[in-house]
């Protein structure tokens, strides 16, 4: 005697209607067949009027980890029907989804999954839909929006391996470059060291402070003395001939200019010691930095070398739970 699952499955395989392939966002082509086999209306839907039960349902079967696809009464139920209602369904589609959430929230397991009989282990996710275009398009839709998800986490990660690579690298060129430049500075510091008197960088503040003074003062001295030397040059021409009034503006010159050289030399000498005392304060502070990067450098190099093996291997688990329909394959079923 012949059972009714055998006559299904003969029924299934001889009057299966292939409806193409449709190309999507992830790359993949989905093949839809719809079954000869209808469903009945599920009991959630039995007092709704006619015009808002669904005429179909999509059947998806995952290969593989269904971690990024929206399962039935997950927490990602209503994200997936977010983005679906934003996504070119019909007018009467989005009506059923903002009425029943397309029944993915049900408690109901039979309303939810339906069970081939030719390989009953295998549950399909339901997705009801009112037209054959709509059935088509959420099936799309379900494959989209766990492959955004699951592309966003991978992306995520690659990121991850990327900086800490690139920062491993740049550790590993900028270390040796910083020990290079700490040495010759190092240098030039206990050089600069042995030709100033203070030892810390408060001394060396305070003595830029006083020599900005200093400076200040023989500037001022030095317009004082060179407008006197003016004055003076200015008398010498009309009393050249002059026995009294000539030697003593002759004198006077004579001071002022030894004046000028004193205060210039003043000046001079203030600018360099500043000048030395900026270097000592730049080159403590260049080495401290230097230090402060190196040993910086020095503490993240083994933490990104420690870290890159656990990252790829995050990555490799990521790309076994790629999302992935079985065969490619829709299963769509008319809704009785």
């Known amino acids: 005697m012949i059972s009714l ?10 009057c299966t209607v292939a409806l193409g392939t449709e190309p999507n966002d992830t790359g993949v082509q989905l093949t839809f067949q719809i079954s000869p086999i209808p469903l009945a209306a599920p009991h959630p839907l039995q007092a709704k009027p006619q ?16 971690d990024f696809f929206p399962g039935p009464r997950s927490n990602r139920v209503d994200d997936f029907l977010s983005f679906a209602h934003q996504q070119g369904l019909s007018l009467p589609q989005k009506e059923f989804l ?46 989209q929006f766990a492959w955004k998800d699951y592309k966003g986490s991978r992306d995520r990660i690659e990121w991850a391996i990327r900086d800490v690579s690139e920062q491993a690298a740049k550790a590993e060129k900028r270390i040796p470059e910083l020990e290079k430049s700490l040495e ?14 203070y030892r810390s960088e408060q001394e060396a503040l305070e003595a830029i402070g006083e020599l900005g003074r200093m400076l200040n003062t023989a500037q001022v001295e030095i317009s004082g003395i060179r407008a006197k030397i003016e004055a003076i040059q200015g008398y010498q021409q009309p009393h050249q001939g002059d026995t009294i009034l000539s ?11 030894v004046a000028m050289r004193g205060a ?9 010691l500043r000048m030395q005392a900026s270097q000592f304060i730049d080159l403590k502070q260049a080495i401290k930095y230097a230090t402060e990067q190196k040993d910086d450098l ?24 790629e999302p992935k329909i079985r065969d490619n394959k829709v299963v769509i079923y008319p809704v009785r």
């Open 98 to 143: 903002e009425d029943t959430n397309g029944l993915l929230d049900s408690t109901e397991r039979s309303v939810t999954f339906y069970y081939p009989m030719d390989d009953p282990n295998r549950p399909q996710v339901l997705l009801y839909a009112m037209s054959l275009a709509d059935a088509k398009r959420m099936a799309e839709l379900y494959l």
């Open 51 to 66: 015009d808002r039960k669904p005429s179909y349902a999509a059947g998806i079967t995952a290969q593989g980890p269904t």
């Open 5 to 14: 699952a055998r006559i299904h499955l003969v029924l299934f395989s001889i």
């Open 264 to 272: 210039e030399a003043r000046r001079q000498t203030a600018t360099e």
């Open 184 to 197: 010759a500075m190092q240098k030039s510091f206990e050089q600069a060291k042995s030709v100033v008197p």
């Open 298 to 321: 020095t503490r993240k190099l083994p933490v990104c070398r420690e870290i890159l093996p656990s990252r790829r291997e995050d990555l490799a688990a990521m790309r076994d739970k």
């Open 247 to 257: 030697p003593k503006l002759e004198i006077m010159f004579i001071e002022e200019a």
